[in-house]
């Protein structure tokens, strides 16, 4: 089975010509995790059947996600979610 990525870490603009970083967005992790639910329910499982893990790049330890929260709100009313975290510890 081919590995299923997303990724969202550097990216060329061909108008500047130089290296840019591309930020990830929760809606790709949102349908990232959907497609893999279609594949999953094929073979009768869930996503409660998947580990999230993390690692700095392919050659590094693997660190497991304890869970997810939110982490930066917006700067005027301090209500609207403006990114999340994936913490380890």
């Not at 550097?10 to 992790?29: E, F, H, L, P, Y």
């Amino acid at each position: 089975m081919d590995v299923q990525r997303f990724d969202s870490s550097v990216g060329i603009d061909n108008n500047v010509k130089q290296q840019t970083t591309i930020i990830m967005k929760a809606s790709k992790i949102k349908t990232f995790l959907s497609r893999i639910e279609k594949e999953l329910k094929h073979n009768n499982r869930t996503l409660d059947d998947v580990n999230v893990n993390f690692r700095f790049n392919d050659d590094s330890d693997v660190h497991k996600i304890k869970c997810v929260e939110e982490d930066l709100f917006d700067s005027t009313t301090n209500t609207i979610v403006e990114s999340i975290i994936f913490k380890i510890k």
